[in-house]
């Protein structure tokens, strides 16, 4: 982590300046930004945190100094060491070491890219958590870290399949089905029908529904459980 980028979150959590809520303040900014695609101005961070405009201020320098935020147009979005540094989470959210046995011997016997997956159910996104990228010249690959929405692609559908049915019907109701390509389901009783198929199945399969020309296979990793 860049030095610029420490100081910034020390002096946001100085023990001196009340640091529980100043860190609870700053998870809120973050969390602000990122739930508005197009970033936030000043004014509106200001009522999203029921800040004063002069310790906002004292807030946003010193992050946008670290390269945690960006300002840009009048709007803060997120920055490139906010994203390097929610990549470095996901890398250090270690696996089974069974999961990660399978995932290389299917990587060795397909010569496929294999991501792990996991669901973010605050952001109703599929994480890509842990990737092994194919050998071959031509071939799909995902940084760990990337997102995708849960009605497009094979993974985000066979996580949305098996979430409890109250919430899976929640989410159906409420999210904006948007066209990521021509093959993209955007209606819910059609999308309500793959989940059952996937349901039933256990696997899930997606061909160019999130990225043209990409096709995914999918299954869920259960536990003893059956969650």
Not at 38 to 58: I, W
Request: hydrophobic share 45%; with cysteine.
């Amino acid at each position: 982590m860049p030095r610029t980028s420490t100081a910034a979150i020390r002096e946001l959590t100085d023990p001196g300046a009340d640091s529980p809520r100043s860190l609870v303040r700053l998870l809120g900014l973050f969390e602000a930004i990122a739930r508005a695609p197009d970033g936030l101005t000043l004014a509106e961070l200001r009522v999203a945190l029921e800040s004063p405009k002069s310790s906002l201020s004292s807030m946003l320098r010193p992050l946008n100094a670290g390269g945690y935020l960006i300002h840009v147009g009048g709007r803060y979005r997120l920055g490139p060491t906010v994203f390097s540094f929610a990549e470095t989470l996901l890398r250090a959210r270690q696996s089974s070491p069974l999961i990660r046995t399978f995932m290389h011997e299917l990587w060795a016997e397909t010569k496929e890219t294999v991501i792990l997956t996991a669901i973010d159910r605050d952001a109703r996104l599929a994480a890509y958590v842990e990737c092994l990228d194919s050998p071959e010249f031509v071939r799909y690959v995902v940084p760990a870290g990337t997102t995708r929405p849960l009605y497009c692609s094979a993974a985000g559908q066979a996580l949305l399949a098996f979430q409890p049915e109250g919430w899976r019907e929640h989410y159906l109701l409420s999210v904006r089905l948007q066209k990521m390509t021509p093959k993209t389901i955007t209606d819910r009783a059609a999308l309500r029908r793959r989940l059952d198929t996937i349901r039933a199945a256990g696997i899930s399969v997606s061909l160019s529904e999130a990225i043209p020309g990409a096709a995914g296979i999918a299954v869920p990793i259960m536990r003893d459980d059956g969650l």
